[in-house]
């Protein structure tokens, strides 16, 4: 017999109301059914997204919101300020490129998040920057960045401020419009507890003026089309309808519990988290601005780190993540965001324990478990 469970920033597990909705019998989109589910996800997102702007359902990945951003915002030859500290940074950097936009890259150190105060120094400099691409959670280093700090900057500017949240939404607090960002992206299958399929866009007034003027060409992800259909309660195209069907249910789970408790409860299970890999004597990659979504360590000297994350999701079912890009096989990732429990994380830990133990890691049995625990029952 093997019980599996999943601890990977994305996807993440599924509740059962969720499995639920997502076996429910098809219906047509086009129908006053669907535009009721339409009108209610549309009201309950502005919510998540702690927004009165419009948020839009791509039906795509994450990286289909991102792209949207890139293309309905800028034109060939704009320039466009990307703060590049992972490897979604770089996606950003990667997007700008293929569409003939060009990135001025403040590459950040990863495990390290940015000084707003470099973000300032650096628009200064570059006042034909139209756009600023950043992102909430860097998922890949397990950093959160100071989007408010950025929001105070960038609102002083003629750029938008476009952050990734695609990690973060729903986890870790990101206030759209008290904190002045223009562009929100965000995917179905991180904090909201759904299947892949799905991505979120929500856009200020001040970068709707862009997407007015936008020369890039597009033709699915054409914001134009969404705001069309967006005003009617319909969508432009085929929607993942089980999937939208399904994040109504996530909406209404998640305004029940009420968002200041969900960001709480991630706290909680990132401070545990934290505490555990301590005691354990691993060392956090991030110092100073761990995010409360996801937990980076690194692998112990003289570990697999590969070898490690194998050895538990395939001896004992337990699906963690390692490292991406330039930290792969020196990071361990354990996510703690959307439908993960305490006793989730425990188990996680346990694991963790029990295959660096065999690995000949020297450290005391149950120390990381026991942390984590005297964090949780406060
Ligand atoms: C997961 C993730 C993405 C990628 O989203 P897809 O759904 O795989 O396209 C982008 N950015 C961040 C921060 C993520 O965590």
Request: with cysteine; hydrophobic share 45%; proline share 4%.
């Amino acid at each position: 017999m093997k019980k599996t469970y999943l601890l990977t920033p994305g996807p993440t597990p599924l509740p059962p109301e969720i499995c639920e909705a997502l076996s429910r019998p098809i219906i047509h989109h086009r129908t006053p059914q669907f535009q009721a589910v339409l009108k209610e996800v549309a009201e309950n997102l502005k919510g998540a997204f702690q927004t009165k702007n419009d948020v839009f359902v791509l039906t795509s990945s994450g990286t289909g919101a991102m792209e949207a951003s890139v293309v309905n915002l800028l034109s060939w030859g704009d320039k466009a300020l990307v703060i590049q500290a992972g490897k979604f940074g770089e996606r950003w950097t990667e997007l700008c490129q293929a569409y003939g936009i060009k990135p001025i890259v403040i590459d950040v150190e990863w495990g390290k998040s940015l000084d707003p105060q470099v973000l300032k120094e650096t628009l200064s400099k570059e006042p034909a920057v139209k756009a600023v691409f950043t992102t909430l959670c860097e998922t890949s280093t397990g950093v959160t960045s100071d989007i408010k700090a950025f929001g105070q900057v960038v609102r002083e500017t003629e750029a938008v401020l476009v952050v990734d949240a695609i990690s973060g939404l729903g986890a870790i607090d990101l206030q759209m419009d008290a904190w002045g960002v223009d562009v929100v992206v965000s995917g179905s299958q991180k904090g909201f507890m759904l299947p892949p399929g799905l991505a979120f866009l929500a856009v200020s007034k001040k970068a709707w003026k862009l997407v007015e003027e936008s020369k890039c060409p597009k033709y699915y992800f054409d914001l134009k089309k969404a705001k069309k259909a967006y005003d009617k309660t319909d969508t432009p195209f085929t929607p993942a309808i089980g999937i939208v069907i399904a994040l109504n249910e996530a909406l209404r789970i998640m305004k029940a519990e009420g968002f200041e408790n969900i960001f709480a409860r991630h706290k909680k299970l990132a401070d545990a988290t934290r505490a555990a890999m301590v005691a354990m004597g691993l060392e956090l990659f991030s110092s100073d601005a761990a995010s409360d979504a996801v937990t980076a360590v690194r692998v112990p000297a003289g570990i697999d780190g590969e070898k490690l994350v194998k050895t538990m999701r395939d001896e004992y079912g337990v699906t963690i993540a390692g490292g991406q890009g330039e930290m792969k096989g020196k990071l361990l990732r354990i996510a703690h965001m959307g439908y993960i429990s305490e006793f989730d994380i425990i188990l996680g830990i346990a694991c963790l324990e029990k295959v660096l133990k065999k690995m000949g890691y020297a450290f005391e049995l149950g120390a990381g478990v026991k942390a984590a625990q005297e964090v949780l029952i406060k």
